[in-house]
T-cell receptor, first 115, second 114 residues
Framework: DTEVTQTPKHLVMGMTNKKSLKCEQH?????MYWYKQKAKKPPELMFV???????INESVPSRFSPECPNSSLLNLHLHALQPEDSALYLC??????????????FGEGSRLTVL | KNQVEQSPQSLIILEGKNCTLQ??????????LRWYKQDTGRGPVSLTI?????NTKSNGRYTATLDADTKQSSLHITASQLSDSASYIC?????????????FGTGTRLQVTL
């Protein structure tokens, strides 16, 4: 099984809502990532988890709150978002975070629209 | 500054034709270079990953080349199919020793038509 599964595929929320994006992998990978991708732009790294601990936060606003409950799951909690936060949110995983040659597997993404 | 530039930005070709996409990078120190295919609204899918010592790698109709001296890579698509219509992203990994630092190119949008 070489899949990274993201839910929901689509999410529409108001600026006062609280919602969560979920990501799951069962490849035994110890590194998981959140990326944000705007239309016609490359993915931008948001967070990296290594062995269930947050190792990189790319100065992401606190309205985005990541959580790694266990080695297979990664959540992104959303609160008080702005319309400009509308984007495709991609989850990815790799076997290790400190091996540069590790293959990076992406999920299908969650399309977020903030009204 | 660590950058990855891709050309052309977009490309339209007829089904069955070949095409070559280019990637130039200034990322240093270099670890590896990856090509991803991304369908609209979907997650990127890996096509190839090449390290410093590799100069050619194939995956079906996709062939990637790497010239680490000139810091250039290309992705050649042979006998294109309609399903090849997608964005192709070049990603270069910088060697950090602590965490993979990926620099993404802006992609080439390929459209294959009848």
């Amino acid at each position: 099984d070489t899949e990274v599964t993201q839910t929901p595929k689509h999410l529409v929320m108001g600026m006062t809502n609280k919602k969560s994006l979920k990501c799951e992998q069962h490849m035994g990978h110890r590194a998981m990532y959140w990326y944000k991708q705007k239309a016609k732009k490359p993915p931008e790294l948001m967070f990296v988890y290594s062995y269930e601990k947050l190792s990189i936060n790319e100065s992401v606003p606190s309205r985005f709150s990541p959580e790694c409950p266990n080695s297979s799951l990664l959540n992104l909690h959303l609160h008080a978002l702005q319309p400009e936060d509308s984007a495709l949110y991609l989850c990815a995983s790799s076997a290790w975070v400190d091996r540069e040659d590790g293959e990076l597997f992406f999920g299908e993404g969650s399309r977020l629209t903030v009204l | 500054k660590n950058q990855v530039e891709q050309s052309p930005q977009s490309l339209i070709i007829l089904e069955g034709k070949n095409c070559t996409l280019q990637c130039n990078y200034t990322v240093s120190p270099f670890s590896n270079l990856r090509w991803y295919k991304q369908d609209t609204g979907r997650g990127p899918v890996s096509l190839t990953i090449m390290t410093f010592s590799e100069n050619t790698k194939s995956n079906g109709r996709y062939t990637a080349t790497l010239d680490a001296d000139t810091k250039q890579s290309s992705l050649h698509i042979t006998a294109s199919q309609l399903s090849d219509s997608a964005s192709y992203i070049c990603v270069v990994t910088r060697r950090t020793g602590t965490a993979s630092k990926l620099t993404f190119g802006t992609g080439t949008r390929l459209q294959v038509t009848l």
